[in-house]
């Protein structure tokens, strides 16, 4: 099975009422290996920065980052200050 997302992009996690965690976006640490079961979609390991611990979570429980988060964070990328003359 391929993986959907890549190691670094920023994803968010589907809430659900079996599991607490943090909202917001997180980010891809790393892509698992196949699980034993056939059926099963690939698995990542994930952070939220509102956490201090990783999460391993299956593909269908992730969705990409809104449109929004990504512009902003484009956005901050490319902002510059202004320099500061003395």
Known sequence: ???????????ELTPSS??????GEYEIRQTMPAPDIKSASPRYRIRSIAEK????VAESELAPASDASAEMQAAAEQM??????T
Do not use: F, T
């Open 1 to 11: 099975m391929e993986h959907k997302y890549a190691v670094g992009q920023i994803v």
């Open 53 to 56: 611990h990783d999460r391993i």
């Open 18 to 23: 079996l599991r607490a965690a943090a909202s």
């Open 80 to 85: 510059q200050l202004p320099e500061i003359e």
